[in-house]
Structures are given as structure tokens and as C-alpha cells.
């Protein structure tokens, strides 16, 4: 191995993650938010106002499902709201999503609400087709990255395909713009039955910062369920990986 390659190797050290479950990573990730206490209403107000995607509501909760992950509301009040570096918040409801102050929870999947053909048909193997909506690169480039060498999610049979007759399911990552509209449901029809809807991250689930634009279309999620939910800004290869793995019931 050329020098040059062997001190590039040597500095990044091992880079493989070898237990995708219980990988830990830096406190500056900006996972899972802490609400420690009701703040006063000068604090709520300040913290409302600061918030780009309206993500906090007047009880100081905060919504994941339209949260940037900025940690604006914890610059302005550090004592009270800190971002955790706990990255398992995928889920399969929304209101799991909502943080509530004096809440220090694990956020979790509901089983009652998967359907039973996932795990019966899905356990062992799953392909999937991700499409942009509309995205800006960001949620896409990190589930090119779930499938890498460092994560490698397809030792457990998850992969990326090209084509949606290939695949078990629908990854959608963006808010969904007018143009991408049509060629989303295409994709969608194109899967055969029965198909995991999975959103991922923030702009997919709520619309983010573009949510009210007249470019969207939204109607898609309004004619099918969701099976995962998976926040963030963009998501993180371990939110995405350890999301599906719950959902299809690997260990």
C-alpha cells in the first residue's frame, strides 16, 4: 500500500460500525431532544418564535415530525432543552414524535400498529426503492451511506434496487414538489403487494421548511399508510437502519 494511502488509513482508524444496534455516537449528534421542564411563557414565546418549521407549540412540546434538528430552542434555553445523541427515533406514528417537557423516554415503535405481513414476508430480506421528491440531496446522500462499508445494512438482507418491480417498498425523501408527483405514484403502482411506505426525514414526513408551498403535492400521504416514520435533517444511516430493522422484527 502506497504511504500516502497507509497514513490516510491509519488516521481514520477503523471505520466499520461492527454492532449497528448498540453503535454510539458523538454528544454533538443531535438526536432525540430533552425537554427538562415547563419553561414560563416569555421562555415558550421565545423558543416558538425562534422555530423555523413550527415544530414547538405554546406547551413547549416539540414535534420531531417538523423539526430541523437547529438547536435554536436549545441555544435560547440551554437549562431546559438539550438534543441527546440518541439516534433510534424512528417510528411507525406520529405521535410518538412529540416531545413533551419532563419526558426522557426511549422512543419506540408501536407493534400493535405493524401489519403482519412485514414481518411474515419482510424479515429476512427487503429491497427498496428510494425516490427524491423533490429532496435537496441531504436524507439521500445519508441512505447511500446506510448501504456503505462503514454501515453495511445489507448484511441483513436491506437493500437499495433500481427498479421498483424489484422492490418490497417505497423510501420517499423530499416534500413531495408538483413535478415529482406523478412519478412517484408510477413508482408506487409499480411495487408489487403488499409495499412498505417509509418516510424519511423531515422535509418527506411534514413537509419541513417547505411545508404551504404552492410547488407541493402532498396527496400521496393522504391516500396511503406509513409504515416508518424516520426523522431528522437530514436522517442518520443508524436512525434509518435501526428503524427498519424494528419494523421488520430483526434482532
Same mark, same amino acid.
Given at each position: 500500500m502506497?504511504?500516502k494511502?497507509?497514513s490516510?488509513f491509519?488516521k481514520h482508524?477503523?471505520q466499520?460500525?461492527?454492532?449497528?444496534?448498540?453503535a454510539r455516537?458523538?454528544d454533538?449528534?443531535?438526536g432525540?431532544?430533552?425537554?427538562?421542564?415547563?419553561?414560563t411563557?416569555?421562555?415558550i414565546?421565545?423558543?416558538?418564535k425562534?422555530?423555523?418549521?413550527?415544530a414547538?407549540?405554546?406547551?413547549?412540546?416539540?414535534?420531531?415530525?417538523?423539526?430541523v434538528?437547529c438547536k435554536?430552542?436549545?441555544f435560547a434555553?440551554?437549562?431546559?432543552?438539550?438534543?441527546?445523541?440518541d439516534?433510534?427515533?424512528?417510528?411507525n406514528s406520529r405521535?410518538?414524535?412529540? /416531545?413533551? #417537557? !419532563?419526558q426522557?423516554?426511549p422512543?419506540l415503535?408501536?407493534p400493535?400498529?405493524?401489519r403482519?405481513e412485514? =414481518? @411474515? +414476508?419482510?424479515k429476512?430480506?427487503l429491497?427498496?426503492r428510494?425516490?427524491?421528491?423533490?429532496g435537496?440531496?441531504?436524507c439521500?446522500?445519508e441512505?447511500?451511506a446506510?448501504g456503505n462499508?462503514n454501515?453495511d445494512m445489507g448484511?441483513y438482507?436491506?437493500?437499495?434496487?433500481?427498479s421498483?418491480r424489484?422492490?418490497?417498498?417505497i423510501?420517499?425523501?423530499?416534500?413531495i414538489?408538483?413535478?415529482?408527483?406523478a412519478?412517484l405514484q408510477?413508482?408506487?403502482?409499480a411495487?408489487?403487494?403488499?409495499k412498505i411506505v /417509509?418516510? #424519511? !426525514?423531515?422535509?418527506a414526513?411534514?413537509?419541513?421548511?417547505f411545508?404551504?408551498?404552492?410547488?407541493l403535492? =402532498? @396527496? +400521496?400521504?393522504?391516500?396511503?399508510?406509513?409504515?416508518?416514520?424516520v426523522?431528522?435533517?437530514?436522517?442518520h444511516p443508524?436512525?434509518?437502519?435501526n428503524?427498519?430493522?424494528?419494523l421488520i422484527?430483526r434482532?
Amino acid at each position: 500500500m502506497p504511504l500516502k494511502e497507509f497514513s490516510i488509513f491509519r488516521k481514520h482508524g477503523r471505520q466499520f460500525v461492527p454492532d449497528l444496534r448498540s453503535a454510539r455516537l458523538t454528544d454533538m449528534f443531535r438526536g432525540r431532544p430533552v425537554i427538562s421542564g415547563e419553561g414560563t411563557s416569555e421562555e415558550i414565546a421565545r423558543v416558538v418564535k425562534l422555530c423555523p418549521t413550527g415544530a414547538i407549540d405554546s406547551s413547549c412540546s416539540i414535534d420531531l415530525c417538523k423539526c430541523v434538528f437547529c438547536k435554536e430552542c436549545q441555544f435560547a434555553l440551554p437549562e431546559k432543552i438539550t438534543f441527546t445523541n440518541d439516534y433510534k427515533i424512528a417510528v411507525n406514528s406520529r405521535e410518538s414524535l412529540i /416531545i413533551r #417537557a !419532563g419526558q426522557n423516554n426511549p422512543v419506540l415503535l408501536d407493534p400493535e400498529k405493524i401489519r403482519k405481513e412485514i =414481518r @411474515s +414476508f419482510f424479515k429476512h430480506a427487503l429491497k427498496l426503492r428510494q425516490v427524491s421528491s423533490g429532496g435537496d440531496n441531504s436524507c439521500e446522500m445519508e441512505l447511500n451511506a446506510a448501504g456503505n462499508v462503514n454501515f453495511d445494512m445489507g448484511r441483513y438482507g436491506i437493500e437499495f434496487v433500481a427498479s421498483p418491480r424489484h422492490a418490497d417498498g417505497i423510501v420517499l425523501t423530499g416534500p413531495i414538489t408538483e413535478n415529482m408527483a406523478a412519478a412517484l405514484q408510477i413508482c408506487y403502482d409499480a411495487i408489487p403487494d403488499p409495499k412498505i411506505v /417509509i418516510l #424519511a !426525514g423531515t422535509d418527506a414526513i411534514s413537509g419541513g421548511i417547505f411545508v404551504g408551498s404552492p410547488a407541493l403535492n =402532498r @396527496s +400521496f400521504l393522504e391516500k396511503y399508510p406509513v409504515d416508518l416514520y424516520v426523522p431528522g435533517n437530514p436522517v442518520h444511516p443508524l436512525t434509518f437502519i435501526n428503524g427498519v430493522l424494528d419494523l421488520i422484527g430483526r434482532k
